[in-house]
């Protein structure tokens, strides 16, 4: 399956599709959204750019941090994760 991830004027961060190896970054709940879903978990971290991978996310703070979720090898981050 694919996944989207959007991201507002205002910085909020919206994701959806399939939702397996925690790629939308919605933590345990892995199901997936036909619909954009608020990624909560990035609420503080004041996104500038996302680009949705494969079976990942990768998102760039303000400040110039990457973070991702999703699957990252043989293992998966639910959340963003520096």
Avoid: C
């Avoid at 959204?33 to 609420?43: D, G, N, R, Y």
């Amino acid at each position: 399956g694919v996944h989207t991830v959007t991201l507002t004027r205002q910085g909020q961060l919206y994701a959806f599709g399939a939702g397996s190896w925690g790629r939308l970054g919605l933590g345990d709940d892995n199901r997936d959204k036909p619909s954009p879903t608020l990624v909560k978990a990035a609420a503080h971290l004041a996104i500038v750019d996302v680009a949705a991978g494969f079976e990942h996310t990768l998102l760039l703070s303000s400040n110039g941090t990457p973070y991702q979720f999703g699957r990252i090898g043989h293992s998966y981050m639910s959340t963003p994760s520096p």
